[in-house]
């Protein structure tokens, strides 16, 4: 079974930058494009980005195009967040997944880790 931890998370003011972390238990992690969700309060989980096995060709959600980065370290079995420029939209709940059931941007994901908690005050 397959083990995600996201990590880096925190409080930070609006224009500050956070990387976040998710660090997989095996290397089987490496096998599987790795997407990153986002989840506000009262609100549905959102597709942030999503990166390939090869960490090639990543896609991002439009709001946080040129703002956001995503790649990983297959050495580290690690895939990273760089957001940049935050804003108070962007506080939520960050959550990487592994192993999609159906389309990239559905959360529907074999692995999930426990999340971040990201709070972006203006």
């Known amino acids: 079974q397959l083990h995600l931890a996201e990590s880096g998370g925190g409080l930070v003011q609006a224009g500050t930058s956070l990387r976040l972390s998710c660090v997989a238990s095996?290397?089987?992690?490496?096998?599987?494009?790795v997407t990153w969700f986002r989840q506000a309060p009262g609100k549905e989980r959102e597709f942030v980005a999503w990166i390939s096995r090869g960490g090639i060709s990543p896609v991002y959600e439009d709001s946080v195009k040129g703002r956001y980065t995503i790649w990983r370290e297959n050495a580290e079995n690690t895939v990273y967040l760089q957001t940049s420029a935050l804003r108070p939209e962007d506080t939520g709940v960050y959550y990487c997944?592994?192993?999609?059931?159906?389309?990239?941007?559905?959360?529907?994901?074999?692995?999930w880790g426990q999340g971040t908690q990201v709070t972006v005050s203006s």
């Open positions: 997944a592994a192993g999609a059931i159906r389309g990239v941007r559905d959360p529907q994901y074999h692995y």
């Open positions: 095996d290397s089987s992690f490496n096998n599987y494009g």
